[in-house]
């Protein structure tokens, strides 16, 4: 199989397939050139993920390469171009995904489906909000959570319908009023506002094009960074992938400083 869009790599491998070609988000968002490390971290032991071709990126994926492949199926999400959409059902039967951060949940279900891993993947949701439910419980001052990464070199917050923020819900955080919104995934913030994020914990996703922003007055300024409350992490997970496999690591992240 090939997977074209976002979570489907680590859901397919968690289900105990090894995809034979992938294609990648965005080179201004991305913080790696093939398979993400936390995808190389959780499952480097049991898969040769070297042997996983790129097939260009999510947006635009090379459907000659793809081809070359011979895949018995590919897995893209309902955000694809039509005419790309046409050229990869004539190489191989297509499964069509939700996309975006909003969708993981059902997204996962709909691989399980697709892939003969049902019961496996109500058993991973179910093993996911369990979890989320106990931090919850021993999260029940809800500290708010501001959540942060770079597209190239602008910033954007991301807000409850992003996986990040949804994760954030589920373990029993709230959100700043800058970034509590359900009406898009993230919104822009520029360095000279950066006063919006303020809260009680904050998570930040920088490749190297928006590591400059650390070192700016604005950065060090903001109380939740002198608190020594503001915390680095993947973006890959965090920001560029959805799924059950992504939610962990953000959870297991998100506890490190609460204890």
């Known amino acids: 199989m090939v997977t074209l869009n976002t979570g489907q790599l680590e859901t397919a491998l968690a289900f105990g ?25 959780e499952f480097g032991g049991q898969f040769d993920l070297d042997s996983i071709t790129i097939v260009g990126e999510r947006t ?15 897995l893209t999400n309902k955000r694809v171009d039509e005419a790309i959409l046409k050229k990869l059902e004539a190489i191989a039967p297509v499964v069509l ?30 093993e996911y909000e369990d979890k989320a439910a106990d931090f919850a419980k021993k999260n029940s001052a809800h500290p708010t959570v501001s959540l942060l990464r770079n597209k190239g070199d ?3 917050m991301h807000g409850n319908r992003s996986l990040a923020g949804i994760v954030a819900r589920d373990c029993g955080f709230h959100r700043p009023a800058s970034q509590d919104f359900e009406d898009e995934q993230h919104k822009a913030v520029s360095p000279e506002n950066l006063d919006v994020l303020e809260a009680d914990y904050m998570f930040y996703g920088f490749t190297k ?22 915390h680095a992490v993947d973006v890959e997970p965090w920001y560029l992938n959805a799924s059950v496999v992504a939610a962990n690591r953000v959870m297991a992240d998100m506890q490190k400083p609460i204890g």
């Open 17 to 41: 397939f090894l995809p034979v070609g992938l294609a990648l988000a965005k080179a201004t968002s991305r913080a790696s050139e093939g398979v993400p490390d936390f995808v190389k971290e």
């Open 60 to 74: 635009a994926p090379d459907v000659e390469k793809i081809l070359t492949l011979e895949p018995d199926l590919i």
């Open 209 to 230: 094009a928006g590591q400059a922003l650390e070192e700016s007055t604005f950065w060090k300024d903001l109380n939740v960074v002198k608190d020594g409350n503001a």
């Open 97 to 126: 995904t939700n996309g975006g951060g909003e969708n993981w949940k059902e997204d996962l279900r709909i691989m399980g489906e697709a892939l003969g891993k049902e019961e496996v993947a109500a058993s991973m949701l179910k």
């Open 154 to 156: 602008e910033y954007v």
